[in-house]
């Protein structure tokens, strides 16, 4: 070689590398751009080819580093090409890539670029198939590393064409891309994993509080769907009470006065009874002293009246009188019980509100109904300590006293009712439970209806409850039952708390 030609080839030399040095800094710069790893790996190969001049390119990478594996520490896996330029799949598999697999093994063992320059003349391959057949002539191959210099994978070039293509030069070149590529591929992985992450993260707080909130919301819907009802219920309780207790005013109007002169009447007629009978006791003895005359006229006027007497049973009339004026006086005392409790449940009749110890009205109640407790009931009581409470004392008295009867009458044999009483902000509550028969749901949604009654005639009128509920309601409190059949029943009754200053 002349040293004109020399001149040359170095200028020649010097520019091709000069042009190879600037796409490799337009590379680099490209390649730290881009944010997807798939397009990453295509490009790293698509500009390792055209920085080099390499006929074919591939990039096999360790199954773990695509997968984001901690490739510091992790597991790896095999490796697997991943992206090829102008080498198909099949043809890693074929002998043609003996070759290209030694250099690969050389490179994944040592962590070192192999470059083999003339393949044909390389001692170690060039007995190799792919060199012989395939007629591989420059071969270039380096590794893809981690900051902490992990194998991630490796590059691999090679070229039939042009012997002595890939060189130092090469070398270097696809040495300093695969450094880069090396990098920009870790933070792809990386950032993908700390995204992952994230959203895994970001998924699970998100599940986490809309399942919170959606179990908080259920909660409350369901909160507000039993108030709703517990509402619904006593907005027909509180209809169905006012219409009744327009009536029960208007039906207890109506009876008190006939009630109250028929009354008066029975007594009246007692005492008349008495006066007739003392007339009669006269009449008697007149009859006596006519049949003692022995004459026809006042014996045959003796047998008259003897015929008439027993023909109109006068002594069975006089006998029977009294009984019948008791029986009488009896059933309209009923009906003024019944105008009683009537005007108690409409609130005709007004009393004054006291200050009252509730645990003292409740003991008041059971002293006034003991007679019928005592012999099959055991009476608990669970009082708490109680502040005065303003009150209509007669009517709670009333209130206790209807409830526990029904207790009583609810036990068959011998049971135990449970007297509470409790402060529960801002509420007194007492609670009345009893061991008897219960009641089913045909009787708890009847309960308080006046003259609902399950008690055969003359046992019961129906109006306990309605007499309590119009006692409670007029309290502003509330009253509640919880019961089944055969498990007992449990009445409480809250009630606002409220206390006039002394
Ligand atoms: N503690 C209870 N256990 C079981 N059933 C009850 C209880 N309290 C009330 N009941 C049922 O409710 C019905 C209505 O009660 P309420 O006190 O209003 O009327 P009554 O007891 O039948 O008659 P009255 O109280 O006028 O004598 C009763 O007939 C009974 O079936
Ligand atoms: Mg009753």
């Given at each position: 070689?002349?040293?004109?030609?020399?001149?040359?080839?170095?200028?020649?030399?010097?520019?091709?590398t000069?042009?190879?040095?600037k796409?490799?800094?337009?590379?680099?710069?490209?390649?730290?751009?881009?944010?997807?790893?798939?397009e990453?790996?295509?490009?790293?190969?698509?500009?390792?080819?055209?920085?080099?001049?390499?006929?074919?390119?591939?990039?096999m990478?360790?199954?773990?580093?695509?997968?984001?594996?901690?490739?510091?520490?992790?597991?790896?896996?095999?490796?697997v090409?991943t992206?090829?330029?102008?080498?198909?799949?099949?043809a890693?598999?074929?002998?043609?890539?003996?070759?290209?697999?030694a250099?690969?093994?050389?490179?994944?063992?040592?962590?070192?670029?192999?470059?083999?320059?003339?393949?044909?003349?390389?001692?170690?391959?060039?007995?190799?198939?792919?060199?012989?057949?395939?007629?591989?002539?420059?071969?270039?191959?380096?590794?893809?590393?981690?900051?902490?210099?992990?194998?991630?994978?490796?590059?691999?070039?090679?070229?039939?064409?042009?012997?002595?293509?890939?060189?130092v030069?090469?070398?270097?070149?696809?040495t300093?891309?695969?450094?880069?590529?090396?990098?920009?591929?870790?933070?792809?992985?990386?950032?993908?994993?700390?995204?992952?992450?994230?959203?895994?993260?970001?998924?699970?707080?998100?599940?986490?509080?809309?399942?919170?909130?959606?179990?908080?919301?259920?909660?409350?819907?369901?909160?507000?769907?039993?108030?709703?009802?517990?509402?619904?219920?006593?907005?027909?309780?509180?209809?169905?009470?006012a219409?009744?207790g327009?009536?029960?005013?208007?039906?207890?109007?109506?009876?008190?006065?006939?009630?109250?002169?028929?009354?008066?009447?029975?007594e009246?007629?007692?005492?008349?009874?008495?006066?007739?009978?003392?007339?009669?006791?006269?009449?008697?003895?007149?009859?006596?002293?006519?049949?003692?005359?022995?004459?026809?006229?006042?014996?045959?006027?003796?047998?008259?009246?003897?015929?008439?007497?027993?023909?109109?049973?006068?002594?069975?009339?006089?006998?029977?009188?009294?009984?019948?004026?008791?029986?009488?006086?009896?059933?309209?005392l009923?009906?003024?019980?019944?105008?009683?409790?009537?005007?108690?449940?409409?609130h005709?009749?007004?009393?004054?509100?006291?200050?009252?110890?509730?645990?003292e009205?409740?003991?008041?109640?059971?002293?006034?109904?003991?007679?019928?407790?005592?012999?099959?009931?055991?009476?608990?009581?669970?009082?708490?300590?109680?502040?005065?409470f303003?009150?209509?004392?007669?009517?709670m008295?009333?209130?206790?006293?209807?409830?526990?009867?029904?207790?009583?009458?609810?036990?068959?044999?011998?049971?135990?009712?449970?007297?509470?009483?409790?402060?529960?902000?801002p509420?007194?509550?007492v609670?009345?439970e009893?061991?008897?028969?219960?009641?089913g749901?045909?009787?708890l949604?009847?309960?308080?209806?006046?003259?609902?009654?399950?008690?055969?005639?003359?046992?019961?009128?129906?109006?306990?409850?309605?007499?309590?509920?119009?006692?409670?309601?007029?309290?502003?409190?509330?009253?509640?039952?919880?019961?089944?059949?055969?498990?007992?029943?449990?009445?409480?009754?809250r009630?606002?708390?409220?206390?006039?200053?002394?």
């Open positions: 070689m002349n040293p004109e030609n020399v001149q040359n080839y170095t200028v020649q030399e010097r520019f091709r000069e042009q190879k040095l796409s490799l800094i337009r590379v680099s710069q490209y390649l730290s751009a881009i944010v997807n790893l798939n990453l790996l295509e490009k790293i190969v698509d500009s390792a080819v055209e920085v080099v001049g390499a006929e074919r390119g591939f990039l990478l360790y199954k773990g580093v695509i997968e984001g594996v901690d490739i510091d520490s992790g597991d790896k896996g095999e490796l090409l992206v090829s330029k102008n080498v198909s799949k099949d890693l598999s074929s002998e043609a890539f003996q070759t290209s697999k250099v690969m093994d050389k490179v994944l063992a040592h962590g070192e670029a192999v470059v083999i320059t003339d393949a044909a003349s390389d001692e170690e391959f060039k007995s190799r198939n792919s060199v012989v057949r395939y007629g591989l002539r420059s071969i270039l191959c380096v590794p893809l590393k981690t900051k902490n210099n992990q194998m991630m994978g490796l590059l691999y070039l090679d070229n039939r064409l042009v012997k002595g293509l890939f060189g030069h090469e070398l270097d070149l696809l300093t891309l695969a450094l880069q590529a090396g990098i920009s591929v870790e933070n792809i992985v990386l950032a993908e994993k700390e995204k992952a992450a994230v959203r895994k993260a970001s998924e699970a707080e998100v599940r986490g509080k809309y399942a919170d909130m959606l179990a908080e919301k259920n909660k409350e819907l369901e909160k507000a769907y039993d108030k709703l009802k517990l509402t619904q219920g006593q907005l027909v309780q509180s209809a169905k009470m219409s009744v327009q009536l029960a005013t208007g039906v207890a109007h109506e009876i008190n006065n006939p009630t109250g002169f028929m009354l008066s009447n029975l009246m007629l007692e005492k008349y009874h008495g006066t007739l009978q003392d007339v009669f006791a006269q009449y008697a003895k007149i009859d006596e002293f006519f049949a003692k005359r022995g004459d026809e006229e006042s014996r045959s006027m003796s047998q008259s009246l003897e015929v008439l007497k027993k023909k109109l049973r006068m002594n069975f009339i006089l006998s029977d009188l009294p009984s019948l004026v008791e029986e009488s006086k009896l059933g309209a009923r009906i003024k019980k019944i105008v009683e409790d009537l005007r108690t449940f409409s005709v009749d007004e009393e004054k509100r006291q200050n009252s110890n509730i645990n009205v409740v003991d008041f109640a059971l002293n006034i109904v003991w007679n019928e407790l005592k012999y099959k009931v055991q009476v608990v009581k669970e009082y708490s300590d109680l502040p005065l303003l009150c209509y004392p007669h009517e008295n009333q209130v206790f006293v209807n409830l526990l009867i029904n207790a009583c009458q609810a036990i068959e044999d011998k049971g135990t009712i449970t007297i509470r009483t409790y402060l529960k902000d509420d007194v509550v609670e009345v009893d061991t008897g028969c219960g009641m749901p045909e009787v949604g009847r309960l308080f209806e006046p003259f609902f009654t399950t008690k055969p005639v003359g046992k019961g009128t129906g109006l306990g409850l309605s007499v309590v509920y119009g006692i409670i309601k007029r309290h502003k409190g509330e009253i509640s039952v919880k019961s089944q059949p055969g498990e007992g029943s449990t009445f409480t009754i009630l606002p708390f409220q206390t006039a200053s002394a």
